[in-house]
Structures are given as C-alpha cells and as structure tokens.
C-alpha cells in the first residue's frame, strides 16, 4: 500500500484536521472547481452546498474549464457553470471524515473552516476499445485525490 504525503504544508496536529480520499474515479476538472468553491467555507456550509450540487439545485462555477460549458442564472459573479454529482458525492465522503477526525481530536466539527482544499489527478487507468480492421482507441481514466485540511475557528 503506498504512503501519500499532502500537499498541505505547515500541519499543526494540535490546531488543523485533515481527511484525504485517494484515487477517486471523477473528473480532474470537476474536482479542482469543487475545491476551489469549497475551500474557505465552514463544514456544515460545504456540506450543505454540495448536497444541494447533487440534487441539482446549485450549480459549481467552472472558473479555468469553462470552455463549451453552459451559462447558469443561478451564479453569481461567474456565468459558466455546471453540476458535478459524482465529484460532489466523493467530497462528501471527505467532508464527513473531515468531521469525524475533528470529533476525534475534541474539536467542534461545526466550527471547522476548510482552509485547504485540492483535487488533483492521480493515476491513469489505461483501457482500449478495439474498433474495426484491428485497430483500437484509448479510452483512459484519469482518478483523483482529494484533500480537505480544516482548522477550528
């Protein structure tokens, strides 16, 4: 099993909480937005917004990958946007072990501001689609980890 390291730097046991979900199976791009959205925010505030993500009330705005993505009237101060469910859910299960370290540690879970938060890419799953005459085409998939590194405030 390998040993990940965060990219947090400046960890103090005492004060921060962290929780890491590796190798999810979404998208890179999604992850980093929802990170981006996320990464300020207080736990029950996350959770509540990304709860609203996966029923599609609330889109995420989509700041670097904003190519042929769809405008939401629902943003504000940034147009494009869109709902990304499957990264939502995986920062879910994040945010909720976010919370049960911060229990742990004797720390109010209610009071934790997220102050770092990334989705990066991980591993690639390389796959291939066999096509006619012999030939195929790669088809990979690219997992993520995901990092959430709280403080009490």
Known sequence: MPHYGYSFEGFDPAVHVRAS?????????AAREIAVTIRGLTVPKAVELLEKVE????PIAFRRHKLKVGHRSEL????????PVRAARAYLQVLQNLQGNAEFKGLDPER???IHAAGYAGRTIKDYVPRAMGRSSPNFHQLVHIELVGKEV
Do not use: D, L
């Not at 979900?21 to 791009?29: L, Q, Y």
């Not at 029923?55 to 609330?58: D, F, L, P, S, V």
């Not at 504000?76 to 709902?83: A, I, L, M, N, R």
């Open 55 to 58: 029923e599609k009330k609330m």
């Open 112 to 114: 934790v501001k997220i």
């Open 76 to 83: 504000q101060g940034f147009p494009t946007g869109s709902y």
């Open 21 to 29: 979900g590796r190798e999810a199976n979404v998208s890179p791009k």
